[in-house]
């Protein structure tokens, strides 16, 4: 069993910036790709970015490229998404989750094995 635990989310005013953190447990952190979800109310659970186990990145096209970066530390058990230039649109629960498999895809919330219980990001405009 993985717990996954998310902080950083918070008030901020458009163009502003937040970074997200999600520590893992466990020792096998290192061999998951860790994605990155959102959900607004209303909405569906979306993809927002991913790091791989390889180290390789993944960023929905519309919502986060150019303005978030994934990033991760395997020694800490953390993965971080970096968020700039923040809008009114950004505003969401925010959920870091775990995949476990080396196959699929990654865009999939369904593809995830562990979650976690999310951090909410308000964006004032």
């Known amino acids: 069993q993985v717990q996954l635990v998310e902080s950083g989310g918070g008030l901020v005013q458009a163009g502003g910036s937040l970074r997200l953190s999600c520590v893992a447990s466990?020792?096998?952190?290192?061999?998951?790709?860790m994605g990155w979800f959102r959900q607004a109310p209303g909405k569906e659970r979306e993809f927002v970015a991913a790091k791989s186990w390889s180290g390789g990145s993944t960023y929905d096209a519309d919502s986060a490229k150019g303005r978030f970066t994934v990033s991760r530390d395997n020694a800490k058990n953390t993965v971080y998404l970096q968020m700039n230039n923040l809008n009114a649109e950004d505003t969401a629960v925010y959920y870091c989750?775990?995949?476990?498999?080396?196959?699929?895809?990654?865009?999939?919330?369904?593809?995830?094995?562990?979650w976690g219980q999310g951090t909410q990001v308000t964006v004032s405009s």
């Open positions: 466990g020792r096998t952190f290192s061999s998951y790709t």
């Open positions: 989750a775990a995949k476990t498999s080396r196959s699929g895809s990654l865009y999939g919330a369904g593809q995830y094995d562990y």
